[in-house]
């Protein structure tokens, strides 16, 4: 019951279109969802993150989709670039300060010139 | 801007040997975490740490392991007899009070042979 699954394994997509990733989870105590960013050899930094109290977060060219009853929740990339080339993992954790992460399988986007 | 920082970034070590892994999390944050990714796969969770105690941990993280801030800034990860799966990219996270925003490090790569 603590698991986030993520989907695509992979993503190719052209310069300028959108990238889509999804996740999902199961438990019902996760409160707080956000969304990392990993470069090759680098550690994650956050990227966006969300609450369930809301259905949508944007900031700049990232917006988290949420929704509670289905338990599902995706990161929409609009205008990709080369440089968001890189691997994107969705992550879950109850609302309780220093709970633990619970990480997407993660998801390798590949932006095309 | 702060940052956490861990050394080595690169430890290569003898099946059965002990190794310890260096963490300096952000000045001021009072959580901190061990988190591992082996190789292509998703972050998983280690152990977590508050006021100078384990909060929570994985069934990962069993005896062979302990963690420790012996001064007010490093923040360890030791592994008393390493095993070949083992061999993984190690991350250390820090959280500042009333915020759940985790902040990893670089990380560090071990290889066990």
């Known amino acids: 019951q603590q698991q986030v699954k993520q989907s695509p394994q992979s993503l190719i997509v052209q310069k300028g279109g959108i990238s889509i990733i999804n996740c999902a989870y199961e438990n019902t105590a996760f409160d707080y969802f956000p969304w990392y960013q990993q470069f090759p050899g680098k550690g994650p930094a956050l990227l966006i993150a969300?609450?369930?109290?809301?259905s949508e977060k944007k900031e700049g060219r990232f917006t988290i989709s949420f929704n509670k009853s289905a338990k599902q929740f995706s990161l929409h990339i609009m205008d990709s670039q080369p440089g968001d080339s890189a691997t994107y993992f969705c992550?879950?954790?109850?609302?309780?300060?220093?709970?633990?992460?619970?990480f997407g399988e993660g998801t390798q986007l590949t932006v095309n010139p | 801007e702060p940052e956490v920082t861990q050394t080595p970034s690169h430890q290569v070590t003898q099946m059965g040997q002990e190794v310890i892994l260096r963490c300096v999390p952000i000045s001021n944050h009072l959580y901190f975490y061990w988190y591992r990714q082996i190789l292509g796969q998703k972050v998983e969770f280690l152990v977590s740490?508050?006021?100078?105690?384990?909060?929570?941990k994985s069934e990962i993280f069993d005896d062979q392991f302990s963690v420790e801030r012996p001064d007010g800034s490093n923040f360890t990860l030791k592994i008393r007899s390493t095993k070949l799966e083992d061999s993984a990219m190690y991350f250390c996270?820090?959280?500042?009070?009333?915020?759940?925003?985790?902040?990893f490090g670089p990380g560090t790569r071990l290889t066990v042979l």
């Open positions: 992550a879950a954790s109850k609302e309780t300060s220093g709970s633990r992460l619970t």
């Open positions: 996270a820090s959280t500042p009070e009333f915020t759940d925003t985790q902040y």
């Open positions: 740490f508050y006021n100078n105690e384990i909060s929570e």
């Open positions: 969300i609450r369930p109290d809301v």
